[in-house]
């Protein structure tokens, strides 16, 4: 039975970091435990590799919680007030050994998944 302590299956986290400005459309962030705050509490717990591949296309974000197997989220970009990443929405996080699972998403900059 899988472990429903795992980050995003189990419990939101929290991410955080810069856009590469030679490559706006791929970026890494630092991953944090969700702790009812937008801000980064304790100590890192992985990282997320994102990948906008456009309005339409949507975004592909691989975890690393320390090893493989990677959790991959996909969905689309939620948009607010004409910003995109920004605003809530609906994605799916995939990893081996584990089933589908829709999970909520809100992107203030930092970002919030699960």
Not at 3 to 20: A, K, T
Not at 25 to 39: A, F, G, I, P, Y
Request: proline share 9%; no cysteine.
């Amino acid at each position: 039975m899988p472990d429903e302590r795992e980050p995003i299956f189990g419990y939101p986290v929290l991410s955080d970091g810069q856009m590469d400005a030679k490559n706006p459309n791929r970026w890494t962030e630092t991953v944090w435990e969700w702790t009812d705050s937008w801000e980064p509490a304790g100590d890192p717990i992985g990282s997320v590799t994102i990948v906008d591949h456009g309005a339409t296309e949507g975004f592909t974000a691989t975890f690393d919680f320390k090893g493989p197997p990677f959790t991959i989220v996909t969905g689309k970009v939620p948009t607010k007030d004409g910003r995109r990443w920004n605003g809530k929405g609906r994605a799916t996080a995939r990893k081996q050994g584990r089933e589908d699972k829709e999970i909520d998403i809100e992107f203030v900059n930092p970002k919030k998944w699960g």
